[in-house]
């Protein structure tokens, strides 16, 4: 790391990385046929599944996986978080001035959440902060930089307004850093790991079959339920 430092300088490069990501994938989508579009979205689709297969199940205990999902669930059920989240989505769809983008929605709720869930955006803003170490966010920005290039030129761009997601996901972890940092034990961010990957499971799941829809927003609740399981 360079000696230059501010606490939040990893989330920036990650919301930098993530526009100019989403705009390549804009502009480039443009020149892709339909077919090919779905194809893109199909690999998309089976990239973040086993993206989320990939050590979910590890040594992962059968009673925090229920109670996570289902209270987690419930609570999310309760306070519509997959309603807010399309309601910010139509909000910033006429923000700016894409009101005739149909998929404008969807495809930032699917965007949002594939950047947003997972222990690297958790681990790396509070890093940002107490450690001043922000390398965690700038390999997440590469990550999600490519993740949403694909994304964008199949979906639309929607996915490029994720950035804004996680942006006030992760500035939030950040800012109250000193707070939560107690609670990340190594259990913690074990649980939080497995439940997070079977939440980007079911986004995959949606992506590939978006007739069996999943409200992952509202199981989000499950993350902090994974976080203070003992």
Do not use: Y
């Amino acid at each position: 790391m360079t000696e230059f430092h501010f606490a939040g300088i990893g989330t920036l490069i990650n919301v930098v990385g993530i526009f100019i990501g989403g705009l390549i994938g804009l502009f480039g989508g443009k020149f892709l046929t339909a077919k090919i579009q779905k194809t893109l979205q199909d690999a998309c689709a089976l990239a973040v599944i086993f993206l989320g297969v990939d050590g979910a199940l590890k040594n992962l205990d059968t009673m925090l996986l229920i109670a996570s999902l289902i209270g987690g669930g419930l609570i999310g059920e309760i306070i519509d978080i997959d309603g807010k989240f399309e309601r910010f989505g139509i909000w910033l769809r006429n923000r700016s001035g894409n009101d005739g983008d149909t998929k404008f929605v969807d495809a930032f709720v699917t965007a949002s959440l594939t950047v947003c869930i997972g222990a690297m955006a958790v681990i790396g803003a509070i890093n940002d902060r107490l450690l001043n170490d922000a390398t965690i966010l700038i390999a997440k920005a590469a990550l999600d930089s490519i993740i949403i290039l694909v994304m964008t030129a199949s979906l639309g761009k929607g996915c490029i307004f994720s950035c804004v997601s996680v942006g006030i996901f992760q500035g939030a972890i950040t800012f109250c850093a000193g707070f939560l940092e107690p609670f990340m034990t190594e259990i913690a961010l074990a649980n939080l790991s497995s439940i997070g990957k079977i939440l980007i499971f079911a986004v995959g799941v949606n992506l590939l079959l978006p007739s069996k829809k999943i409200s992952v927003a509202n199981f989000l609740p499950a993350l902090i339920i994974a976080c203070l399981w003992r």
